[in-house]
């Protein structure tokens, strides 16, 4: 298999995810960072203490985009366009934007993106945009697969109330407030400073951007703002301890889907029927199914 031949013979790229609701404008903003990743690393971009010696300027060569894109749950088929956004990208030899569709699985990702990432990094490419689904609140996988996880929401995108939700916006780290040309931007900020200031203090708190994706405006503030965190984790070395855990996560991932092979071998064969007889008739109930199949 081509990944397990090539998937540590290189360095592993530095990841950024971007995730958010459907219309938040993710794929301009990628299309956007592009041209800010092209340019490097920015040169001292941490505060004192977090590591901003480890992020001195340095080149990035090649950048690559993996778009993720919803299936449809009846025909199974993808319209794969993120790239349409991303188009005047297309012929720069120095970036590689590839579209992979879910397959219908849930939390903003195909099943594909990590071996995706190592593969580009295999291939000496230093930074991957890992662009997620807009699927709303579900869509927090993505931060088992990103070094930085950047939350792009929208003016008026909800109140307080919703700001202090838990699932996606506690995966954050940086926080991207998109379309801020719109009214509602001071609202939207204060809303999330407020989540910010209720949540439990840690060594990193998420900083909050302003953009405007369609007009090019605070996309370099944004990349700064993915930087820092890059020599905050550089600097504590929790880049290392977070791609550990998502290399057991993954592991787990990978144990789970032997299993369900097992198991389909079961449901395929004459006991899981007897065992559903059963059930139908009241002498056994699930868990003693379970456990007479799987032989507990």
Same mark, same amino acid.
């Given at each position: 298999?081509?990944?397990?031949?090539? #998937?540590?013979?290189?360095?592993?790229?530095?990841?950024?995810?971007?995730?958010?609701?459907?219309? #938040?404008?993710? =794929?301009?903003? &990628?299309?956007?960072?592009?041209?800010?990743?092209?340019?490097?690393?920015?040169? #001292?971009?941490?505060?004192?203490?977090?590591?901003? =010696?480890?992020?001195?300027?340095?080149?990035?060569?090649?950048?690559?985009?993996?778009?993720?894109?919803?299936?449809?749950?009846? =025909?199974?088929?993808?319209?794969?366009?993120?790239?349409?956004?991303?188009?005047?990208?297309?012929?720069?030899? &120095?970036?590689?934007?590839?579209?992979?569709?879910?397959?219908?699985?849930?939390?903003?990702?195909?099943?594909?993106?990590?071996?995706?990432?190592?593969?580009?990094?295999?291939?000496?490419?230093?930074?991957?945009?890992?662009?997620?689904?807009?699927?709303?609140?579900?869509?927090? *996988?993505?931060?088992?697969?990103?070094? &930085? &996880?950047?939350?792009?929401?929208?003016?008026?995108?909800?109140?307080?109330?919703?700001?202090?939700?838990?699932?996606?916006?506690?995966?954050?780290?940086?926080?991207?407030?998109?379309?801020?040309?719109?009214?509602?931007?001071?609202?939207?900020?204060?809303?999330?400073?407020?989540?910010?200031?209720?949540?439990?203090?840690?060594?990193?708190?998420?900083?909050?951007?302003?953009?405007?994706?369609?007009?090019?405006?605070?996309?370099?503030?944004?990349?700064?703002?993915?930087?820092?965190?890059?020599?905050?984790?550089?600097?504590?070395?929790?880049?290392?301890?977070?791609?550990?855990?998502?290399?057991?996560?993954?592991?787990?991932?990978?144990?789970?889907?032997?299993? *369900?092979?097992?198991?389909? *071998?079961?449901?395929?064969?004459?006991?899981?029927?007897?065992?559903?007889?059963?059930?139908?008739?009241? *002498?056994?109930?699930?868990?003693?199914?379970?456990?007479?199949?799987?032989?507990?």
């Amino acid at each position: 298999m081509a990944v397990a031949e090539l #998937a540590y013979r290189g360095d592993m790229p530095y990841t950024l995810g971007l995730t958010g609701a459907p219309g #938040a404008g993710k =794929s301009t903003l &990628t299309d956007g960072l592009i041209t800010a990743v092209r340019g490097g690393w920015p040169a #001292a971009v941490g505060s004192e203490g977090s590591g901003a =010696s480890e992020a001195e300027a340095e080149a990035v060569p090649q950048v690559a985009v993996l778009a993720v894109d919803p299936t449809s749950p009846f =025909s199974g088929g993808a319209i794969l366009g993120d790239r349409v956004r991303m188009s005047q990208h297309a012929l720069d030899p &120095t970036v590689f934007i590839r579209s992979m569709a879910t397959r219908g699985h849930l939390g903003g990702l195909s099943l594909a993106v990590p071996d995706a990432v190592r593969l580009l990094g295999a291939a000496g490419i230093g930074v991957v945009i890992v662009e997620t689904v807009g699927v709303g609140q579900m869509e927090v *996988e993505i931060a088992s697969a990103a070094d &930085t &996880t950047a939350v792009v929401v929208t003016p008026g995108w909800g109140d307080s109330m919703q700001a202090n939700k838990a699932g996606l916006l506690e995966v954050a780290d940086v926080f991207v407030i998109n379309k801020a040309d719109r009214p509602g931007v001071r609202e939207a900020r204060r809303d999330l400073e407020q989540m910010l200031d209720l949540a439990r203090p840690g060594a990193w708190r998420p900083e909050i951007i302003d953009t405007t994706a369609t007009a090019a405006e605070g996309v370099s503030e944004l990349w700064m703002a993915v930087a820092r965190h890059r020599a905050h984790l550089l600097g504590s070395g929790q880049l290392t301890v977070r791609r550990a855990d998502r290399l057991a996560l993954e592991l787990r991932r990978v144990l789970l889907a032997r299993t *369900e092979v097992h198991i389909d *071998e079961l449901v395929a064969g004459e006991e899981f029927s007897s065992s559903v007889k059963a059930l139908v008739a009241g *002498e056994l109930d699930p868990y003693q199914a379970a456990d007479r199949l799987l032989g507990n």
